[in-house]
Structure formats: structure tokens, C-alpha cells
């Protein structure tokens, strides 16, 4: 196994450093606070039509080849049973032809979504919209820049409008994640990736927005988005000056920074042309990875999945681990139309289209079902004389096992550009496009549930139909599509991808479905969240958070609240200890002057019986505030009218205070003046307060209120003074 350890971000070494991997990059990103995308006006969209050259993965030998003649030993050339069972199919129209105004002028249209509490964010080349769940359009279609305006017109994430979007909903955070990339001004401004997180659970509102640079050399290709619970991970395909391979890019962003509004920092490892097409693992579910669990990475070779472990992730001290491949042999296979070329056809027209074999298939759903742990990919392979969906199961990630794999390729229709899902109870969903010499390019879908055969997908249900094939030697189709799990139940699977209402070029129609298998949903269930996302402390001091348990399909048990990963020194309590049916309690979590500094991840896990499900918050412990004290000696003092005497005023530094005071004096008696010598002290040490009597003033004695101030913070002592 390859390793690389902790690796310091100051510096850019690496502990060690194995062949084929690079060093570790820490990047700071450019930083904006948007205002609400319902105000936004819409950058204009003038580029011509374009179609997006492909950058096919030259990995000689490592794509995966069975041997000719070979048979797929995990080929489903037949559905073992009917259709699965569905609460109906349901679908509209999302971002294409004739929507909003909307026109195609790039292609392929990189489509995908995401599905959140009660909107739907679909994003394509070029533009993005947000959608209630019945379809209707509330926002949009913006271009894609419109959404970083707030970073200035004339940056680059701005200024151009480069595509490659993904669109992602922070379940644990109720927060939406969309991204772009910027390469127009990549060989002089440098290539970026332009990330924006809403400040809300509401698409429509104002959202964070993030520039992150890879540097003039460093096309950023491809650009792929996991939400993990302590970051959010990028993976990239890098081409040297746009053109040459240098092998995929793993990188960690800062996901509390970004979900609070601050500045950001990304961790990147960049991999040998060895490797590319890798994913980055996506959380499905409410239940969070168990406490210090790796974030996953996956791509495949030859015959074979190989997965990376990214640990220790620490932006604070910008240093991570990456340790892998773990190789995990599968059945043979060989990439399809030659490793990952042009050979889909359609009907009525010669124009073949893409298959992108070359990578996995977006997304690497993970989901933590208690009991055990589970990734879902695909990618398209060669079956027989036409094209199928090869798809895997793991489990155990840490341990990686292959728990099931298969060839879905029950006729001579070619199925490629798959992306899959899980729902909570196991049910996995598969949507692709089809096509073939007799029917255009459509929508279909399959499944499976967890008591079916090993390997085997139900027969395949429609979303939408085409109408009309792509010409006009236009062969660019998709490179991706995604399915999205409904927050909300934990049970919907919304797809979406492309398709043609009639034949053409630069006239792509997207649509957006969601179906649900009938066996999820029908037992009861609960769901755990927390809020805010993050607190901060400091050393000795509370917070609190809300823990949330929400009831799923009549849910009526009682739920047992705990709390694990709490620093040294600190304590946590629930109130109350545990909710019946749903409902809200206050986790108080109290630090003591021993509690050592830094951010730590809690996860709070809701139990019922044996089911269990967690979410996690971020605590932020921060050292004692520095502060200063205040003394002034002697503290009564006696002077003749016409004379003069002289008090010493301290200032102490506390918990490394080092600003400055400003004194001041108040209750001087009249005909008295107090001057300061000098009249601040920075950090520590005295100044002199010199009292000047004049013969006129009144004998007695009075208490004055000597004043240090520094910025907010204000501290008194008192003097007296007697006038003889």
C-alpha cells in the first residue's frame, strides 16, 4: 500500500513521500458574501455554441480488459423479476430548451442536481435554477457566474462563465453546495474552482462564495463534489497547460469555514497519471460516518476498484493523511467503445455518441445504515455487442469488501452515463441514458431491494423518452448525471439527465424525475440533527446546541440522546435526556481551564431500540482572552494647595494581552489637573499621574477613577486625594 503521511501545509513536505504522489498543496480561497439569489439579475450569456473537447484519461493498460472472448461472469443478460415496485414515477422538465428563456449554447450539458428540504437545484452548462419538488420554477435560470458577482466583476469567477457545475445539498447542515469551474483566465489569472455555500436551507437566499486557485499551469478538469462530515471533497483530472495528464487531484475543503462564513483553506494531494476518474465519497442519510472514520476516494484500474483513505484532516495546522490504493479486484471487464470513445448510436442518424468508460460515474453515495457501511458506483462497460452499466457494492470501506457487483445489460440497447443512490432501508436505485440504432436517447431507471439476488437489477422502468437524436457531428452527450436522496424521507431518489425533444444539435432538454421504491418509507423511523452547525468557546466557558428528532412514518418510540468525541476536561448534558416521538433537547456542553484548544467533532446519536442514527457539530475551543489589569499605588496621597504629587499606575498583561491602553481620569477636584506620563501603555507596564494643586483650590478630600481602555475592554481603579 501507498502511504503519505501528516503532511504540514506551511512548508508543502511531506513526512514521506512514496513515488507517484506529489506533495500536499494548502490553498486559501478568495472570500464574498453574496445578496439573495432572488435579487440576483442574471449575467448575460453571449458565448457561441461550443462543444467542450474531451479529455480522455490516457491511463495505457489500467482501464480494465477482459481477454477476448471472455464472458462476464456477472453479466445480467435477463431481469430477475418484474419491474420494482414504485409509488409512481413522477418528472418535469429542468433546465433545456424552451425553460425560462433558456438556450443551449454548449454541449454536453454536465447535468446534474440536487434535492433539499423543499427546493430542487439543478445546474447544467451554463446556467443554474431552483424548483419547488412539484416542479415548479422559482428562480432562474441563472448563469452560473451570476452566483460570484459578490467576489468582484472583474475576477475571473466573475467574469467568465466555464461550466462544469455541480449542484450538492449538505443534509447535516441544511445548506446548499454549488460549484463551477473557472478556465478562461487559467494560464494568467490561474485555474479556480468557484464553490458557493447558502447561508440558509433556502436556495433563494445569499449564499458564502469561494474562489480556490490550482495556478497557471493546473487545468483543473472534471471537477467532482463529495459532502463528507468534516469536509467537502474535490476531485480533478489535471491537464498540464489544458493538454497533457498529470493525474487526478484529492482535495479537503474547509466545510466549517465555509458553512459559517469564514475565510477557507483546501488541502490537495496531487496522484501520478497512474490514476484518474477518481470519485470522492458522498454521505447519503442522516447517520453521520462513525466517529474518525476516513474520507473515501475511488477509481478503477485494471480489473480492479482502487480506493483511497484521506485521515487527520486538521485545517487549523493544514495538515492530512492520504494512504492507498487498497485494490479490490472485480470481474473483467473492458472499458466500453474502446476505453471510454464514441460508439452509442441512435436512431435515424449516423452521429454516434460519447461514453466517458474512461471513469467512474458520478456519484460515490456512501451510507452509514448502523449495522454497516456501504458505497454504490457504476461505470459503462463493453456487454456483448452493445454497451451496459457494470455496478458495485462495497462494504466495510475501511476494510473494503466487494459485497456484490453486476453487468446490467438484459438486451441490445445500449445503457451507459449511470449514477446511483441508496434509501435507508437498502433499496438501490440506478438511473442511465439509452439509446440504440432503433430508439432516440432517453431516461430509464432500475433497482434493486436487499432480499433480491446478489448482483442483480429489477427489469427497467422510463422517466422520459426522446423524441429526437443528436446530429450534426455532435458526439459530446452528458458526462454525467446524478441522483439525489430526498432529505426529507430518506426514501426519494430524484434523477436527472439529458434527452432531445427533436432531432438537432445544441438543443438538449433536461428533465427531472423521482420515483420510490414502496418497501422504503413503510416502517417507522426517526431522523437526529443539530443546529447551529458550529459554536465556539473559550477555555472554561458553555455553549449549547439543539438536537432535533424527527418522527418518519408515525414514528412513536422513545429516543435516547448521547453525545461522543468531546475534548479532554469537557462535559455535555442533555435536557431532556431523551425525546418521545420528536421533538427538540439542548445539549449544554461545559470546558474547563485544562480543555486544550482547538476544533473537535461531536457527534450526537439519537437510539431507539436497535435503531440508531447520529449527526455531528462542530466545537470550537479557543485559548483564554487576553486581557489586562489595572492597579495604581499609593492609593490616597495628601498635597498642599500649591503643590504637586505623583500616583503610579500599573498595567498588567493577562493570557498574553498586547494592545494598547489609553488612561483617563475622572473626579479630579477643581482647580486640580491630572496628566498622564505616558498616556498608554502597550501591553504592560506604569505610567505616572501627575496631580498639579492649585492655591485656589478647596482643602478635603475626594476619590478620583483612574480608566484604562483598549478597544472593548475597560478596567477602573480608584485613588484618593487629599487636599491640604
Known amino acids: 500500500m501507498l502511504a503519505i503521511g501528516s503532511l504540514m501545509a506551511q512548508t508543502g513536505k511531506a513526512a514521506s513521500s512514496p513515488k507517484n504522489f506529489g506533495p500536499a498543496e494548502v490553498t486559501r480561497a478568495d472570500f464574498a458574501k453574496t445578496i439573495a439569489v432572488r435579487d440576483m439579475v442574471s449575467m448575460p450569456v453571449t458565448a457561441p455554441n461550443h462543444e467542450k473537447p474531451l479529455h480522455v484519461l490516457p491511463r495505457k493498460g489500467v482501464t480494465g480488459v477482459a481477454a477476448p472472448g471472455t464472458i462476464d461472469p456477472v453479466l445480467q443478460t435477463a431481469t430477475n423479476r418484474a419491474a420494482p415496485t414504485v409509488g409512481g414515477v ?17 454541449a454536453p450539458p454536465d447535468t446534474n442536481m440536487a434535492v433539499g428540504a423543499t427546493q430542487v437545484v ?44 455541480i449542484a450538492q445539498y449538505d443534509k447535516a447542515a441544511n445548506r446548499w453546495v454549488l460549484s463551477q469551474l473557472e478556465i478562461t483566465q487559467g494560464s494568467t489569472a490561474g485555474f479556480m ?30 471537477p467532482k463534489m463529495g459532502v463528507w462530515n468534516n469536509a467537502y471533497l474535490f476531485t480533478y483530472n489535471i491537464f498540464a497547460n489544458g493538454s497533457t495528464f498529470s493525474g487526478p487531484k484529492l482535495c479537503a475543503l474547509d466545510r466549517t469555514a465555509m458553512l459559517n462564513g469564514a475565510a477557507a483553506t483546501q488541502i490537495c494531494f496531487q496522484l501520478s497519471t497512474s490514476f484518474g476518474g477518481v470519485l470522492p465519497s458522498d454521505i447519503d442519510g442522516a447517520t453521520a460516518p462513525p466517529a474518525g472514520s476516513p474520507a473515501y476516494f475511488l477509481d478503477f484500474g485494471a480489473n480492479q476498484l482502487e480506493l483511497f483513505k484521506m485521515t487527520n484532516i486538521n485545517f487549523t495546522a493544514g495538515t492530512a493523511t492520504l494512504t492507498g490504493p487498497t485494490n ?46 456501504a458505497l454504490v458506483v457504476n461505470h459503462s462497460i463493453t456487454a456483448g455487442s452493445s454497451v451496459g452499466i457494470r455496478w458495485y457494492e462495497i462494504r466495510s470501506p475501511a476494510s473494503p469488501v466487494l459485497f456484490q457487483q453486476g453487468t446490467f445489460a438484459p438486451d441490445a440497447t445500449f445503457r451507459w452515463m449511470g449514477s446511483m443512490g441508496m434509501d435507508h432501508v437498502g433499496n438501490i436505485g440506478v438511473g442511465y441514458s439509452v439509446s440504440s440504432g432503433s430508439i432516440n436517447p ?13 448482483g ?49 444539435s445544441f438543443n438538449w432538454s433536461t428533465r427531472i424525475g423521482n420515483f420510490k421504491f414502496s418497501s422504503c418509507g413503510t416502517a417507522a423511523d426517526f431522523s437526529v440533527s443539530a443546529s447551529p452547525a458550529s459554536q465556539s468557546v473559550t477555555q472554561g466557558a458553555g455553549t449549547s446546541y439543539t438536537t432535533t428528532v424527527g418522527a418518519i412514518n408515525g414514528f412513536t418510540g422513545t429516543v435516547n440522546l448521547s453525545v461522543s468525541g468531546l475534548p479532554s476536561g469537557a462535559t455535555a448534558s442533555f435536557n431532556p435526556t431523551s425525546v418521545a416521538n420528536s421533538g427538540n433537547s439542548t445539549l449544554s456542553v461545559s470546558t474547563s481551564s485544562t ?38 499605588s499609593p492609593t490616597s496621597l495628601s ?53 498639579a494643586v492649585s492655591r485656589k483650590a478647596s482643602t478635603g478630600t475626594q476619590t478620583m477613577t483612574i480608566t484604562g481602555a483598549s478597544g472593548s475592554l475597560s478596567h477602573s481603579a480608584s485613588a484618593s486625594l487629599t487636599i491640604q
Open 122 to 165: 439543478q445546474w447544467v452548462n451554463t446556467s443554474f435554477a431552483v424548483f419547488s419538488k412539484a416542479g415548479a420554477l422559482l428562480s432562474g435560470p441563472l448563469a452560473g457566474n451570476t452566483l460570484f458577482q459578490a467576489l468582484g466583476a472583474s475576477h475571473p469567477c466573475a467574469a467568465n462563465n466555464d461550466g462544469d457545475p
Open 328 to 373: 479490490i479486484p472485480v470481474a473483467a471487464f473492458t472499458a466500453a467503445c474502446n476505453g471510454g470513445g464514441t460508439c452509442i448510436p441512435q436512431l435515424g442518424v449516423p452521429q454516434q455518441l460519447d461514453s466517458l468508460a474512461d471513469r467512474l460515474m458520478y456519484r460515490l453515495a456512501y451510507r452509514n445504515f448502523g449495522d454497516h457501511e
Open 456 to 504: 442483480t437489477l429489477a427489469s427497467e422502468l422510463t422517466i422520459q423518452d426522446g423524441t429526437g437524436s443528436q446530429n450534426g457531428n455532435l458526439n459530446r452527450w452528458g458526462d454525467y448525471s446524478s441522483i439525489s436522496v430526498d432529505p426529507v424521507d430518506d426514501c426519494t431518489l430524484w434523477y436527472t439527465t439529458e434527452y432531445l425533444k427533436a432531432s438537432g
Open 442 to 454: 432517453g431516461i430509464r431507471f432500475t433497482g434493486r431491494n436487499p432480499a433480491d439476488p446478489l
Open 90 to 106: 413522477s418528472s418535469f422538465d429542468g433546465v433545456g430548451v424552451g425553460l425560462g428563456g433558456f438556450t443551449p449554447n454548449s
Open 639 to 691: 498635597v498642599a494647595r500649591g503643590a504637586s504629587g505623583n500616583y503610579t499606575v500599573n498595567i498588567g498583561a493577562v493570557n498574553g494581552f498586547t494592545g494598547t491602553v489609553s488612561l483617563s481620569v475622572s473626579g479630579v477636584p477643581g482647580h486640580v489637573t491630572a496628566t498622564f506620563n505616558p498616556a498608554s501603555v502597550s501591553g504592560s507596564g506604569n505610567s505616572t499621574l501627575t496631580v
Open 595 to 632: 480543555t486544550p484548544a482547538g476544533t473537535f467533532t461531536l457527534t450526537i446519536t439519537g437510539t431507539s431500540g436497535t435503531v440508531s442514527h447520529s449527526t455531528t457539530v462542530t466545537l470550537v475551543v479557543q485559548g483564554p482572552n487576553p486581557d489586562f489589569s489595572i492597579s495604581v
Open 193 to 222: 474552482e468557484c464553490v458557493a455555500v447558502s447561508q440558509t436551507s433556502d436556495a433563494t437566499g445569499a449564499f458564502n462564495v469561494y474562489a480556490f486557485n490550482y495556478g497557471t499551469v493546473d487545468f483543473n478538469d472534471y
